[in-house]
């Protein structure tokens, strides 16, 4: 195994966007910017009641693995997808955005997973996920030599709902740290947070040098309404804590030190994968070797492009965009 | 079967869309601006080689009837996808698009046919579609009452290309004619006239009573590099024929005349489906009564709707843009 800069591990998912009311959300009872777990069944009724799709690669990870090689990273990715169309679909793209990605498909069980994302008229996207062949990532797919070969495996928080995800992501700490390599995770969605408090917070104790989390999450975590109170216990429990506050921008935290970044500019279409071109953009300078201010401003220039277009995969030329010499 | 205004027949499609360069194309042979017909073996090559993709539902005729329904014209879609995922994405949006669908799937058979389509910096976009469950459709697949009860049959000139269908395509014509119904057909492609002119000359001659065809299709019909000298034949061997020209507009001829209508303004990102929403944004006018010339506006309003994001499937509210009422 060659050298990497960044693996990421995550639930494999297609995306299913489509244009929706609020009125849609309601009548669902969905909560406004969330992710929920959906079943089959569900997943059929949704789909049913949605207006024209547009299909895409996504999955937390997958997406932040993506943006972070258009930045010019060496990345891995490992996560469950099955053998079927979507799952060749999700293997294409991933690759062709110049991924490696060793996992091997689930032969003969559930479908690829893929998640239902409702997008408003405010650019806020509302996730619903029928995760299918993902829940049977488990240690078995751990790739020891890419994790091995990482400065940075990037673990995705979605990944504590599948109860054999959940042990993987223990055994992948443990391989990149008997590499010497650092460990970072996302927590990726506060109702996450809310269902797996205890284990993500031993997890980010103990186990993570690197975390992102925007406001909702930190505060989910540390139980409070008050962000500096949740970024102080940050501060203390982890080396490394990246912050998200959407337009207000980000904090990037130390042991000693605090980098406050400002948002980049833009126009918001949908919001789907902003936080993960974020940690994309930040890992890809961090491991590059950037300072901690510019590694923010890589994650607020490809914040700032997921959020500018419909979808979670970057469209603009991003090493243009943060002007890196190719 | 309540009254249709439009009924769509032709190859049911799911798209794959992916930046490229001039240079892929080159490398692939591939004739830029046309559709050329593949096998898995080239499917499977061409995809390996394309970068990250975007699915959604295409096929020409089933765009068009997305597109009037988005006019709000009553429109109804024959065309044969698989029992697979991609099959049941295609039955999705063209019902969430507000389209009668009901041709039954293809079971145990090739999978539904994708389209891969490479869209370089200039907004072109070249094709090459495997047609997979598209080809087993045939007369068995007509639904008489559905055509009977449509005040335009549509036909995609692609369906001359596999076998069974163009017998499907006569059937019809037959059907709707004695019912008192017109036939419209599109030419859908220069190359696919050059596989298939007498056949097609023939029946644009004796079964078709509404014509659509840009530049380059009528030309190659009618064997000429003279559009003036194409369209003379074309008005006097069609009843009703809006032929295209891109940015310089189209001219819709009957018997007794011709209108000129000039182009929409707009900024061109990606031409795919421009033609299907033409051809759309005509029927769904003429069906309800309108005049030609506004028939030929509603047309460029809808083509340039398309013309601006990337896909062929409406995206704005077409209502709102040609000014109808609801």
Redesign the interface.
């Known amino acids: 195994m060659t050298s990497l800069d960044i693996l990421g591990i995550g639930n494999a998912i297609v995306d ?1 966007l ?2 929706s009311e609020d009125a849609f959300l309601a009548r669902h009872g969905m909560a406004k910017g969330g992710m929920a777990l959906i079943g089959p069944d569900d997943a059929e009724r949704i ?2 009641d ?8 996504g999955g937390s990870a997958a997406n932040t693995c ?1 943006v972070a090689a258009a930045l010019g990273a060496k990345v891995g990715y490992l996560g469950k997808v099955a053998d ?3 799952g060749e ?1 999700f293997r ?3 690759t ?2 110049g991924v490696t990605f060793p996992t091997a498909p689930l032969a003969g069980g559930a ?1 690829t997973a893929r998640c239902l994302i409702l997008v408003t008229p405010d650019g806020q996207r509302t996730m619903n996920t029928f995760l299918g062949a993902c829940v049977t990532f488990g240690e078995a797919d751990l790739d020891h030599d890419a994790i091995a070969a990482a400065q940075v495996t990037y673990l995705e928080g979605y990944l504590f709902d599948p109860p054999a995800a959940q042990a993987a992501f223990r055994g992948a700490a443990r391989i990149a740290h008997a590499a010497g390599r650092r460990v970072a995770i996302t927590l990726s969605d506060p109702f996450c947070v809310e269902r797996h408090r205890d284990a993500f917070r031993a997890f980010v104790r103990d186990e993570a040098d690197i975390l992102f989390a925007n406001e909702a999450e930190i505060c989910a975590l540390y139980q409070t309404d008050n962000f500096d109170a949740a970024a102080t216990i940050a501060q203390s429990e982890v080396g490394l804590a990246a912050l998200t506050r959407s337009e207000k921008g980000s904090l990037i935290l130390t042991s000693g030190a605090a980098h406050a970044v400002a948002a980049e500019p833009t126009t918001v279409v949908d919001t789907t994968g902003a936080g993960d071109a974020y940690a994309a953009g930040f890992l890809a300078a961090l491991t590059a070797g950037r300072e901690l201010a510019e590694c923010g401003r890589w994650a607020s220039v490809a914040a700032a492009e997921a959020i500018s277009h419909f ?1 979670a ?1 970057p ?1 603009a030329d991003l090493m243009a965009l943060v002007g890196k010499a190719r």
């Not at 949605?50 to 690669?57: D, I, N, R």
């Open positions: 299913v489509a244009r789909y049913g949605m207006g024209p799709g547009v299909e895409s690669s993506a079927d169309a979507l679909v294409h793209d991933i062709a955005a479908p979808g995969r469209q």
